[in-house]
Nanobody, 119 residues
Framework: QVQVVESGGGLVQAGGSLRLSCAAS????????MDWYRQAPGKQRELVAA???????RYADSVKGRFTISRDNAKNTVYLQMNSLKPEDTAVYYC?????????????WGQGTQVTVSS
């Protein structure tokens, strides 16, 4: 079983920056993709950024050029550096970890961390 814990959320003014962290722990075989999603009130959860085990990245169009995803494979940790934040970035941010084992592929979610951007 893999546990996923996010940290780093908070309240920031528009134009400011935050750095989210997500650590996976427990019995881990091989982590493939690590993703950040977000869900704003009344909206569906959306993919913000993803990074594969070989550090290939992709981003939602709304965050390209402002957010950067990175990972430390030795620590099973993924980061999301968020710059030039906008009020529309306000949401609960969730980390998703996809693990590949001999028995199949599994995904695990963290509990979420709130990011609030004031105008």
């Amino acid at each position: 079983q893999v546990q996923v814990v996010e940290s780093g959320g908070g309240l920031v003014q528009a134009g400011g920056s935050l750095r989210l962290s997500c650590a996976a722990s427990g019995i881990i075989y091989s982590i493939n993709t690590m993703d950040w999603y977000r869900q704003a009130p009344g909206k569906q959860r959306e993919l913000v950024a993803a990074i594969t085990s070989d550090s290939t990245t992709r981003y939602a169009d709304s965050v390209k050029g402002r957010f950067t995803i990175s990972r430390d494979n030795a620590k099973n940790t993924v980061y999301l550096q968020m710059n030039s934040l906008k009020p529309e970035d306000t949401a609960v941010y969730y980390c998703n970890v996809i693990e590949t084992t001999n028995w199949g592929t599994y995904d695990y979610w963290g509990q979420g961390t709130q990011v609030t951007v004031s105008s």
